[in-house]
């Protein structure tokens, strides 16, 4: 049974720096384009950043784009996601994804997904 598993999240002030991991069993993670979605308090999950098979690609919404930092290291079959420069509006739970083609690496459109790990930023 295909895992995802985040973990890093917590309570940081606004400016803080986080670290959230993303490790995947039972599954060809080099073969998966790896991505992290949030969804704040009240609002629909959106897209944060996405990276391809050999880390050769990525991407970020522009809220996050210079601040946030995803990476993936296929020999441990986890992804990261390095958030600095935190702002309260970043405030979420954030949730990894996992599927092949690159293609609408920005939808939610995404076979396999983790159960969310908590990021709070207190102003």
């Known amino acids: 049974q295909v895992q995802l598993v985040e973990s890093g999240g917590g309570l940081v002030q606004a400016g803080g720096s986080l670290r959230l991991s993303c490790a995947v069993a039972?599954?060809?993670?080099?073969?998966?384009?790896m991505a992290w979605f949030r969804q704040p308090p009240g609002k629909e999950r959106e897209f944060v950043a996405a990276?391809?098979?050999?880390?050769?690609?990525?991407f970020y919404a522009n809220s996050v784009k210079g601040r946030f930092t995803i990476s993936r290291d296929n020999a441990k079959n986890t992804v990261y996601l390095q958030m600095n420069s935190l702002k309260p509006e970043d405030t979420a739970v954030y949730y990894c994804?996992?599927?092949?083609?690159?293609?609408?690496?920005?939808?939610?459109?995404?076979?396999?997904w983790g159960q969310g790990t908590q990021v709070t930023v207190s102003s």
């Open positions: 994804a996992a599927k092949q083609q690159l293609s609408g690496y920005d939808t939610s459109d995404y076979d396999y």
């Open positions: 990276i391809s098979w050999r880390s050769s690609s990525t």
């Open positions: 039972e599954l060809a993670f080099s073969r998966h384009v």
